[in-house]
């Protein structure tokens, strides 16, 4: 007897990532506002640090800008004090994403002099605060204290119901607003989980050939552990 399965191919799908997209509420209101003013930003401070949570919309929001500035993108784990000049060749403007997942102090501290010399700036992204990551030498500890920092919270209802409605619409499913009501009273409350929860419930649909429900949204949220989401 056939299967009523089907084969789910991991085609994978490509997010909206526009400003237009990015969805506003609460939590993160701050951090949207700092990235449409740009380019009045102050300055010595050579730029901003931008914080929040796996999953918060950092990204989104650096890449946003780095469309507006022109700016590059540098993997901080690959800076060093030799290789700057070649990463950065004749760019004003930096995004340096994940910055709490390892970076050179001393490369960090050459990169922001001379972009301030170069009166461009930099977008630091990371978890944490990187004034509280202890980087030496003391001179880059003493300037990125005095930039400024701004924080993107956890999702609240609102915003939380409009990501899962996006990321439903990215992957091109339609959902009634029962599913995502479901699913907020339900899942862990982040960014990272509604990304897992909805990737779980598009298998789902995938597989067995059927729509979003709110049975396949109750199997996906008990077949999808807290420690995962």
């Known amino acids: 007897m056939a299967s009523h399965r089907q084969l789910v191919l991991e085609l994978g799908h490509r997010p909206a990532l526009g400003r237009e997209d990015f969805l506003v509420s609460t939590s993160n209101q701050e951090a949207v506002a700092w990235i449409d003013r740009w380019p009045d930003w102050p300055r010595p401070g050579a730029g901003i640090a931008l914080l929040g949570p796996e999953g918060s919309g950092k990204s989104h929001l650096a890449g946003v ?3 507006r500035s022109g700016a590059i993108e540098i993997d901080p784990g690959a800076l060093s004090s030799e290789n700057i000049p070649t990463l950065l060749g004749d760019a004003l403007y930096v995004v340096l994403d ?3 997942e390892g970076v050179d102090g001393t490369a960090l501290f050459h990169l922001h002099n001379l972009i301030v010399e170069r009166e461009g700036a930099l977008l630091l992204v990371s978890k ?3 004034a509280r990551m202890g980087l030496r030498p003391l001179d880059i ?3 990125l204290k ?3 920092t701004v924080a993107m919270l956890a999702p609240d209802d609102a915003l939380l119901k409009g990501v899962l409605a996006k990321l439903f619409t ?3 499913l339609s959902v009634g607003g029962e599913v995502i009501d479901y699913l907020v009273a339900r899942m862990e409350r982040s960014f990272g989980a509604a990304n897992k929860i909805v990737g779980e419930i598009d298998r789902l649909s995938l597989a067995e050939g059927r729509g979003v429900t709110l049975h ?3 199997r996906a949220i008990s077949q999808t552990p807290n420690d995962e989401i």
């Open 65 to 67: 800008w780095r469309s």
């Open 98 to 100: 994940e910055l709490d």
């Open 128 to 130: 944490t605060t990187p």
């Open 141 to 143: 500890d003493s300037r």
């Open 146 to 148: 005095a930039m400024p």
């Open 170 to 172: 990215d992957r091109q």
């Open 216 to 218: 396949l949204a109750r």
